[in-house]
């Protein structure tokens, strides 16, 4: 049992570059989230989607898309990545609202 | 591996010594919190949650202490270890599914 794995690890990217990051759960959750985590800093909401069809906007969501693909699937994409992206990408899921959320590992991103 | 916790706020206590860890939340209509931990270089644990008609819940060695009037979460780790050095983060639910993070505490335990 996997849990919520992201794709890539790492990547390092140049102003202006796109790129999607990867999430899927093999968890049957209905509920997934990205979130951002500056060094030495906390977890920001950038979007999230309660069940499969629906995406809402969290606390960050400027520069940013994602798409709920299926019930497993959930990406984050930048379309035109700034230095100011630059941090830790981490997604999560949960089974329902008022359930605990389980995290993958992160996406450490580098934009220069 | 990646920091986590350069700029917040550090907790130093001894090993075997009780450690309590606050959190302020933000929106009086949240109505589940939980507690997570942070390893270098990991992705959040959970350790124990609480929902708001409860005032306390105890878990293996944590307590979580919930008090809504003053909108402040706290988690009491007995008997702390070293494997306990971590950044620790009080989440929220608001309803409508966001769950949001407070800014964390770095817990460090002198051996």
Known sequence: ?112 | GESVGLHLPTLSVQEGDNSIINCAYSNSASDYFIWYKQESGKGPQFIIDIRSNMDKRQGQRVTVLLNKTVKHLSLQIAATQPGDSAVYFCAENIPRHKLIFGSGTRLLVRP
């Not at chain 1, 790492?10 to 759960?25: D, I, R």
Request: aromatic share 10%; hydrophobic share 30%.
């Open chain 1, 1 to 112: 049992n996997a849990g919520v794995t992201q794709t890539p690890k790492f990547q390092v990217l140049k102003t202006g570059q796109s790129m999607t990051l990867q999430c899927a759960q093999d968890m049957n959750h209905n509920s997934m989230y990205w979130y951002r985590q500056d060094p030495g800093m906390g977890l920001r909401l950038i979007y999230y989607s309660a069940s499969e069809g629906t995406t809402d906007k969290g606390e960050v969501p400027n520069g940013y898309n994602v798409s709920r693909l299926n019930k497993r699937e959930f990406s984050l994409r930048l379309e035109s990545a700034a230095p100011s992206q630059t941090s830790v990408y981490f997604c999560a899921s949960r089974i329902i609202q008022g359930t605990e959320a389980f995290f993958g590992q992160g996406t450490r991103l580098t934009v220069v």
